[in-house]
C-alpha cells in the first residue's frame, strides 16, 4: 500500500471535537474519524456521539467509526492478578498509572492499535490527527512525521478558543455543563468535584459504579482477596454517598440556566 491513511482521533471532547470539524471544513484529508468506545462512557456521550455523526454525514458526508473492546469492563475488573505477590487475587477497581488506567490502556490505545492494523498499512502509511491545543503544547510530539496537530501547527487554538468555536457552531456536549473535561464516567482518577457531579446528575452511571464495588465487597466477604476493592482507592461508594448528601444543598448546577448551544443546527 502506498497511498496514505488519515484518521482523526476523536474522543467527544470540546478539543477533538473542534478539530475534526475544522479538518472537514477546511477540506483536509480524512479517511477515518475514529472513536474508540471503552464501554463505560456517558450515556449523554453516546447521545452526543450520535448527533455529531448525524451532523458530520449530513454536512461533510464523513461518518464516525467506532471500535470497541473485545472484553468488557466487568471481565476486566474480574480478572485475576496474573504475576507477582498479588498473584491469583481479584484485580478490582482500575488504578490509574501516570494519569491512566488499566482500561483506558486496553479499550482506547489497544483497540486503536488493532483498527490500524485492520487496515492493512503499515504505520508509515499512517497520519493521525490529535486534538492537543497550543495549551498544551508540551504533550505533542512534533517531530513525529505521522503524527499531526492541526490546533497547533494550522489553527493555533486554545482549549478556550476550542470552546467559543463549538458554541458558535452550535456543537457542545452537554457533559462541560457538568464536567471541565470528558472521558470514561467510570475513571477512577476524578476530581472530587467531578465525583459529586456524576452522583448527584447521572445516577445510572453512579450506580453502575456502585454495583460493581457491592460485588466485589461480596467476593472479599465470601474469603476472596481483592486487589483494589474501592473504586475511588480510599474512598468506598457508599461514603461518598454519605459525603456528598450532607455536602448536596439541593440548589442546581452554576451552569443549569445557561443556554446550551447543542442544536447542530449550523453547517
Known amino acids: ?45 453516546y447521545e452526543y456521539l450520535d448527533k455529531l455523526d448525524a451532523y458530520f ?11 470497541k473492546p473485545k472484553k468488557t469492563i466487568k471481565e476486566a475488573v474480574f480478572a485475576r492478578v496474573s504475576k507477582g505477590e498479588h498473584k491469583g487475587e481479584i484485580k478490582g477497581a482500575f488504578l490509574p498509572q501516570m494519569g491512566y488506567c488499566d482500561w483506558r490502556l486496553y479499550s482506547k490505545l489497544h483497540t486503536e492499535d488493532d483498527f490500524i492494523k485492520s487496515l492493512g498499512a503499515s504505520k508509515s502509511e499512517i497520519i493521525t490527527y ?14 513525529n512525521e505521522n503524527l499531526a496537530y492541526p490546533l497547533i501547527t494550522d489553527f493555533k487554538m486554545s482549549e478556550r478558543d476550542c470552546q467559543e468555536y463549538l458554541k458558535s457552531r ?30 448527584k446528575y447521572y445516577p445510572d452511571e453512579w450506580q453502575k459504579i456502585k454495583e460493581l464495588e457491592n460485588e466485589l465487597l461480596a467476593k472479599e466477604a465470601q474469603g476472596e482477596k481483592i486487589y483494589n476493592k474501592y473504586w475511588f482507592n480510599k474512598w468506598s461508594v457508599a461514603e461518598l454517598e454519605k459525603r456528598f448528601a450532607a455536602q448536596d444543598d439541593g440548589c442546581g448546577s452554576l451552569f443549569d440556566d445557561e443556554p446550551l448551544k447543542d442544536c447542530f443546527c449550523k453547517f
Open 130 to 143: 490529535l486534538g492537543i491545543t497550543i495549551d498544551e503544547k508540551h504533550r505533542a510530539d512534533l517531530t
Open 57 to 67: 454525514k449530513k454536512a461533510y458526508g464523513k461518518s464516525i467509526t467506532r471500535t
Open 1 to 45: 500500500m502506498s497511498e496514505i491513511i488519515y484518521i482523526a482521533k476523536l474522543s467527544g471532547g470540546k478539543d477533538s471535537t473542534a478539530m475534526v470539524d475544522l479538518l472537514l471544513r477546511n477540506n483536509y484529508p480524512l479517511d477515518y474519524i475514529l472513536f474508540c468506545d471503552t464501554l463505560a462512557e456517558f450515556g449523554a456521550m
Open 170 to 199: 452550535e456543537l457542545e456536549n452537554p457533559l462541560y455543563r457538568h464536567f471541565t473535561r470528558t472521558g470514561c464516567a467510570f475513571c477512577p482518577a476524578q476530581s472530587m468535584r467531578a465525583k459529586f457531579n456524576l452522583w
